[in-house]
T-cell receptor, first 114, second 114 residues
Framework: DTGVSQNPRHKITKRGQNVTFRCDPISEHNRLYWYRQTLGQGPEFLTYFQNEAQLEKSRLLSDRFSAERPKGSFSTLEIQRTEQGDSAMYLC????????????FGSGTRLTVV | SQQGEEDPQALSIQEGENATMNCSYKTSINNLQWYRQNSGRGLVHLILIRSNEREKHSGRLRVTLDTSKKSSSLLITASRAADTASYFCATAPLDGGSNYKLTFGKGTLLTVNP
């Protein structure tokens, strides 16, 4: 197992375009989380899946954002009609879902909207 | 919103010295975790301390938790240049039930000078 994998590592897009990021979690982990991190800040929660069910979405996740986790395996995060304020590092993490376990994070996708 | 608040925001020390970072939080917790993030990378889980524990050790790391003061500290002993990174505390809510969602602070940037 190579840990949590995120693709692409970097994405530069023009304002108004749609972008999609992919996260492959550790295969035994049933929980998957998306966070967003801007410069100088800690990660902010966006959404979370238990298996294929999306159980919580932050109010930060406007209707331009959508996340899926088909069949409880990999997950995608799509941002439609990107805005400059969407520029950030998008982090994916997975966990076993038992109390007392930490998250395993991927290396993140750095999004720059120009 | 961010639950934890790390202090100091930045810390610069010489190799071999000890580094202490503090975290304060607002609501009751199930556990508190510390993560490290190297520049431009994902976060790495360092250590977890449960709400009924007061102190925990892992290698050169020592974590304390004072639930009455809603605070925690992370001590890195005999620091090395490779310890240079941002350090974040993260809390899991007491009333989260099966929603094991972590809330992160803004982090402490540690610089260890060779």
């Amino acid at each position: 197992d190579t840990g949590v994998s995120q693709n692409p590592r970097h994405k530069i897009t023009k304002r108004g375009q749609n972008v999609t990021f992919r996260c492959d979690p550790i295969s035994e982990h049933n929980r998957l989380y998306w966070y967003r991190q801007t410069l100088g800040q800690g990660p902010e929660f966006l959404t979370y899946f238990q298996n294929e069910a999306q159980l919580e979405k932050s109010r930060l996740l406007s209707d331009r954002f959508s996340a899926e986790r088909p069949k409880g395996s990999f997950s995608t995060l799509e941002i439609q009609r990107t805005e400059q304020g969407d520029s950030a590092m998008y982090l994916c993490a997975s966990s076993l879902g038992f109390e007392g376990y930490g998250y395993t994070f991927g290396s993140g996708t750095r999004l720059t909207v120009v | 919103s961010q639950q934890g608040e790390e202090d100091p925001q930045a810390l610069s020390i010489q190799e071999g010295e000890n580094a202490t970072m503090n975290c304060s939080y607002k609501t009751s917790i199930n556990n508190l975790q510390w993560y490290r993030q190297n520049s431009g990378r994902g976060l790495v889980h360092l250590i977890l301390i449960r709400s009924n524990e007061r102190e925990k050790h892992s290698g050169r790391l020592r974590v304390t938790l004072d639930t009455s003061k809603k605070s925690s500290s992370l001590l890195i002993t005999a620091s090395r240049a490779a310890d240079t990174a941002s350090y974040f505390c993260a809390t899991a809510p007491l009333d989260g039930g099966s929603n094991y969602k972590l809330t992160f602070g803004k982090g402490t940037l540690l610089t260890v000078n060779p």
